[in-house]
């Protein structure tokens, strides 16, 4: 039986940012067990088995900040005043400056203000207060102190200072006007030239059709985080080994130029290999395994031509570039495909990153590593001609990427992150209306404690990498950088607490970033929100996600004038049924299938027919939507409603413009249903490739939808 936690357990909790209570998705109140709260305190690195551990670790809470000079990372806006507690032996004197990123300096003045000496660890230190000047550049700087006496630590004199916008400046056009695009899972969108998955050249050609035919402004797609170096690769482009590289399976392989310098036996190979991969269209199932082993024996291939001149010296600056997260990214690789996976499984002294043996398997497969930091070299260099592409056909945006909301428990990540990562716990949601047992997305968190003590290092590199060479980014359950379900090892979902971020310094990095990009930030908002966020996201100039079976007020649908301005707002999403599923009940079947449902099938199904006919009435009450109209016209309806919120970014997904009824995702489910792993078909369930979408009926009827207002 779940016990109550102590009041001093609660207060250990409370200062860890660990929530002892909350409100769930139908507002009752829920107190979480003094057993979920040890385990997540255990995975934060706090002891709390019993009083005696408690009591010790809120004293360390408290005396911890005294023990540094300086904090690990400041986090301050541009504009605005922010003062720093700079801690000294009792009596000293300190200066501190800031070392500015452009190479200036910058003494910071001390602020009048006494604070009682404490006695830390049996030695009396003092707090001195500095202002940071509020007209600092914005960027990544660095804090130095400087002490008369014997520093307390002296790894602790200088310390990350990051100076953050007060508001991202949305680019152009979506400053100014409304812009509308196109949602793609990317993988779906195979063509003639593509080897059984979607890959960056059907992202050009996507993108290219798109503009030239429809006007849109931008395409959506998917997360294109790497996956396993070798199968089974997992289908969930929402749980990658890393989200800072990108997956190879999407290079198209022929336009790498050194496929030209293929010796004739080479060539012969790689053709063989090209027409058994395209072969693979024609299966049911996308094969992510099939499709990656063929490819990836074709760019190793590619990769033993060599490169030379121009070639050469760019893929050398690219390293050099990427640094120390691509060798460690291109090792685990390399360790993947010598001792297969999990990582966990290898020998104990090749689980360290930085330990010798990690070295010297390094030097002993230079060939091996270099091949993995190729393969991302290539993915930059056709990322970008994707993006020239796209804004060359007329799109003011091009590409628009999804920041997944973690990664793989044993993936890249976690071998190589260390503890910035949490261990012992898992990330998912809550129970609420449309997973009505939660979720459990198998995921381990960032640790709040050590992002600081890394300033933020690791989510900036990861945050920058898919803001390149894109117009924008959309960052999956941006509710996790306010707060997080962590759920502990072996628990349900319902068993989980939440665990509060620094917002603040979250939040600033990803405007800083995003507006060094000159990008546009979406914030998929959806599902349980704390009060304060959709608030904060419009202070801070990022949007939000609006889907339209989502927004009611009570039992009335919402109408669309109430819709928020700073908004991508889109009739469904990947989690949901295509459009045409949704209104013939698809998500009902799937789920009473699957036995995800709480209540009879009979009730279930009249509630969600009641909800779809209200919809229909309040169509028809606009004049959008003729009585009796069939699946297509309603389809065409729901986007003319779209266009009557005001919200500045409209789009509309692939599957509705082809007909699709399958939803390419089942929350709550794994191998239970084909996740992530269904062609683009159409109503008649057969698959479609990018030339079919070129002539889909419903295209242009979509896409004036949008504009209809």
């Not at 809470?61 to 504009?79: C, I, K, M, N, S």
């Not at 012969?268 to 996308?286: K, P, Q, S």
């Not at 699709?660 to 249903?673: F, L, V």
């Amino acid at each position: 039986m779940p016990s109550t936690p102590s009041p001093r357990l609660v207060e250990l909790a409370q200062a860890h940012g660990v929530a002892t209570e909350y409100w769930d998705w139908v507002g009752q109140h829920v107190a979480v067990s003094a057993e979920s709260i040890r385990a997540v305190l255990a995975a934060l690195g706090v002891a709390a088995a019993d009083d005696d551990e408690v009591d010790a670790a809120l004293a360390d809470h408290a005396d911890a900040p005294w023990r540094r000079t300086l904090p690990a990372t400041v986090v301050a806006r541009a504009g605005r005043a922010r003062e720093v507690a700079v801690h000294v032996p009792a009596g000293a004197g300190v200066a501190v400056h800031a070392e500015l990123e452009d190479g200036g300096r910058r003494t910071l003045e001390q602020v009048d203000r006494w604070v009682p000496d404490r006695v830390v660890d049996g030695s009396a230190v003092g707090e001195a207060t500095f202002a940071v000047p509020v007209d600092l550049p914005l960027g990544w700087h660095r804090l130095v102190a400087e002490v008369d006496a014997a520093p307390l630590d002296p790894t602790t004199l200088t310390s990350v200072l990051v100076v953050t916008p007060e508001r991202l400046e949305l680019p152009e056009p979506v400053a100014s006007r409304r812009v509308v695009g196109l949602m793609a899972q990317l993988y779906q969108v195979r063509s003639p030239g593509s080897w059984g998955v979607g890959d960056l050249r059907d992202l050009a050609d996507l993108s290219t059709w798109a503009a030239a035919a429809h006007d849109a402004d931008f395409v959506l797609v998917n997360p294109l985080h790497a996956a396993e170096p070798s199968g089974p690769m997992e289908a969930s482009p929402y749980l990658p080994t890393t989200r800072r590289f990108v997956n190879p399976l999407y290079l198209r392989v022929e336009d790498v130029p050194e496929v030209a310098a293929l010796d004739p036996a080479a060539h012969r190979r790689f053709l063989g290999l090209a027409a058994r991969a395209r072969a693979l269209d024609a299966a049911e199932r996308i094969d992510r395994d099939a499709a990656w082993t063929l490819k990836r024996e074709a760019l190793e291939l590619v990769h033993d031509a060599g490169l030379a001149g121009a070639r050469a010296a760019s893929f050398a600056e690219f390293c050099e570039r990427e640094g120390r997260g691509l060798l460690d990214f291109a090792t685990w690789c390399a360790l993947a495909d010598h001792h297969g996976l999990p990582f966990t499984a290898w020998p104990a002294e090749l689980q360290d990153p930085d330990g010798p043996a990690v070295h010297a398997f390094r030097a002993e497969h230079p060939g091996a590593v270099d091949l993995h930091r190729w393969m991302q070299w290539l993915l930059e260099g056709q990322l970008a001609s994707a993006q020239r592409e796209a804004q060359a056909a007329g799109m003011s945006l091009g590409v628009v990427h999804d920041l997944a909301v973690g990664v793989h428990p044993v993936g890249a990540d976690a071998w190589a992150l260390g503890d910035a990562l949490a261990r012992g716990v898992t990330v998912g949601a809550p129970p609420d209306q449309f997973n009505q047992l939660g979720q459990n997305w198998s995921q381990p968190p960032w640790r709040p404690d050590r992002l600081a003590e890394q300033g933020y290092a690791p989510f900036r590199d990861m945050v920058r990498t898919v803001l390149r060479d894109s117009g924008g980014i959309r960052v999956d359950h941006i509710l996790g950088l306010f707060r997080l379900w962590w759920i502990p090892a072996g628990g349900t979902p319902a068993e989980g607490t939440y665990v509060y971020y620094d917002e603040e310094a979250l939040l600033g990095i990803l405007v800083l970033e995003a507006q060094r990009a000159g990008a546009v930030v979406i914030g998929e908002d959806l599902g349980v929100v704390a009060p304060n966020v959709r608030q904060v996201l419009t202070e801070r100039g990022l949007l939000g996600t609006s889907i339209l079976w989502f927004e009611w007020d009570e039992d009335r649908v919402r109408p669309p004038e109430s819709y928020r301005d700073l908004c991508l707002s889109t009739v469904t999403v990947h989690d949901l049924p295509p459009t045409a599923g949704y209104l013939t009940l698809e998500h009902v079947a799937v789920r009473e299938r699957l036995g995800l449902l709480t209540r009879p099938v009979e009730e279930e199904r009249a509630v969600e027919e009641s909800a779809i006919g209200r919809v229909r009435e309040a169509l028809e009450a606009r004049g959008l939507l003729a009585p009796g109209a069939d699946v297509d016209e309603t389809v065409v309806a729901l986007h003319r409603w779209l266009a009557q919120t005001p919200s500045r970014m409209l789009a509309v997904s692939l599957p509705d413009v082809v007909g699709d009824r399958r939803a390419i995702n089942q929350p709550g489910t794994n191998d239970e249903y084909p996740n992530w792993r269904l062609p683009l078909a159409g109503p008649d369930g057969e698959p479609v490739d990018l030339d079919d979408i070129r002539e889909s009926a419903l295209a242009e009827p979509l896409f004036e939808a949008l504009r209809s207002r």
